[in-house]
């Protein structure tokens, strides 16, 4: 008799499809340009009945300084299951993720998005947990 089944190396997959309200980006390009040369940062929350869709994002109190680089305040994050990730703005052209942000990405949440200068609908990139470039519908 096996008792205990051997954990099988298994890749998470990833979810197939994101979308994101039109408002929530429009207020993450918003707060992104207005923390500008600051990074902004805040989390993703997901609508409470349509789990694959991003309809709000909780900005964290005070400021993030600019050259700490996405410093997330992690432990001020609220208990709240609808919350499926992070954004946060680079004050550059670049929305590649950095080492620090990757290593937070991977602690953190299944996608994660970076707005970058100059903050409009085509310079943004989502993220899943390992860095990869997924595609994210506006809605
Ligand atoms: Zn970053």
């Not at 408002?23 to 609508?47: H, T």
């Not at 900005?59 to 300084?65: D, E, H, N, Y």
Request: aromatic share 10%; glycine share 6%.
């Amino acid at each position: 008799m096996i008792l205990f089944k051997k954990k099988k190396n298994k890749v998470e997959p990833i979810q197939k499809r994101w979308k994101i309200a039109r408002n929530c980006l429009d207020l993450i390009l918003e707060c992104a340009k207005s923390e500008y040369p600051n990074e902004f940062g805040g989390f993703l929350r997901v609508d409470d009945d349509e789990k694959d869709t991003i309809t709000e994002i909780v900005i964290l109190p005070g400021t993030i300084s600019g050259d700490s680089h996405a410093i997330f305040r992690m432990n001020m994050l609220p208990i709240d299951f609808a919350i499926v990730g992070t954004v946060h703005s680079h004050p550059s052209y670049s929305a590649r993720p950095s080492g620090a942000d990757l290593h937070l990405f991977q602690k953190h949440g299944k996608i994660h998005i970076i707005s970058a200068k100059p903050y409009d609908e085509f310079s943004w990139k989502a993220y899943d947990y390992m860095g990869r470039g997924i595609d994210v519908d506006v809605i």
